[in-house]
């Protein structure tokens, strides 16, 4: 599937927020059929939807797939908007229940939400709270950003420090949060093999917000006692390593997430939760090595089969 012809997108008016005007956008794969199951896909940070191959490998298996490019992100990124920008993470449910409305008319068939990332943390957190919850069958969760890299003992210290002066100042923050090396051994032009717009995913990444941040931890405390009732399938990397600077070992591992705080934090979700590490995996899985990626999907549909 390509991106510029086999997907339609839809814009989705928001509220109006701190920043003023608002929008998000649902892409939708144009082979999708009327009353077949669904998945709904939310990207990263500093990322947006671009793995056609992905969408592809769905929709020949009998899924409709869509995917939601969060406000200040990709397609819904706003010239007046500070990207990938908020202060809340409830900000997001907003286009998270719109795109659930507009798939649910076009089919009454089971609905998964699928979240890689900070969009795992998102989407598990919309299973606790948001507005339409009730209408997703199940949660696929792609290393998922359960756990910020810092000593856990210092966390709430963190906290009260990122709290403050992100009050004091709404814009403060940290210019390079990212290491380069992950999204070099992803773009074509580096060590890759994938094209997407550097505009939206940069290599050396956006600024990360002290609000941000705030925003991010206190979702991540959200989760200490969930126990969601629906089925979660949870996907990581075998092993994770600290890679600054692009080698080849970036193309085997997770170097965004610490493997074991996923699998630690994932198991305890919900009441049925399947943990499924994927050896030479990296932070993306669907975007590994392609017999890496052919194995991560083999994983995940047998799964769904069962679900």
């Not at 989407?123 to 339409?132: E, I, Q």
């Not at 696929?140 to 403050?164: D, R």
């Not at 956006?206 to 925003?215: E, S």
């Not at 629906?230 to 970036?250: G, R, T, W």
Request: aromatic content about 12%; some cysteine.
């Amino acid at each position: 599937m390509d991106l510029q012809n086999d997907f339609t997108t839809t814009i989705l008016e928001l509220k109006d927020d701190y920043e003023g005007k608002v929008c998000a956008t649902l892409v939708a794969a144009k082979a999708n059929q009327k009353d077949q199951p669904s998945v709904l896909y939310i990207h990263g940070f500093v990322d947006y939807f671009f793995q056609a191959h992905m969408a592809e490998a769905f929709v020949e298996k009998g899924y409709n797939f869509y995917a939601l490019d969060l406000r200040k992100y990709g397609r819904s990124l706003l010239p007046h908007q500070h990207p990938n920008y908020c202060r809340d993470m409830h900000e997001y449910y907003e286009e998270i229940t719109q795109s659930i409305k507009i798939i649910k008319q076009l089919s009454t068939q089971p609905l998964y939400l699928f979240g890689h990332s900070t969009g795992g943390l998102l989407s598990s957190n919309y299973m606790m709270d948001g507005a339409l919850r009730q209408d997703v069958k199940a949660l696929m969760l792609n290393s998922p950003f359960f756990e910020i890299k810092f000593p856990k003992a210092l966390k709430p210290l963190l906290y009260g420090v990122v709290t403050l002066i992100s009050k004091l100042f709404p814009y403060a923050k940290v210019d390079k949060a990212l290491a380069p090396a992950y999204a070099q051994s992803l773009h074509k032009d580096y060590h890759g093999e994938w094209d997407f717009d550097l505009t939206w995913k940069p290599i050396e990444g956006f600024p990360a917000y002290f609000v941000w941040l705030k925003a991010i931890i206190s979702a991540q405390n959200s989760l200490k006692e969930p126990r969601l009732k629906i089925p979660i399938l949870v996907m990581h990397a075998a092993q994770s390593k600290d890679i600054m600077n692009y080698n080849e070992e970036s193309k085997s591992a997770d170097i965004v997430l610490v493997v074991d705080d996923i699998e630690h934090i994932g198991a305890q979700l919900g009441d049925d939760v399947t943990l499924i590490a994927i050896e030479d995996g990296i932070h993306d899985l669907f975007l590994s090595q392609a017999k890496v990626r052919t194995v991560a999907f083999e994983k995940m549909f047998t799964w769904l089969a069962q679900h």
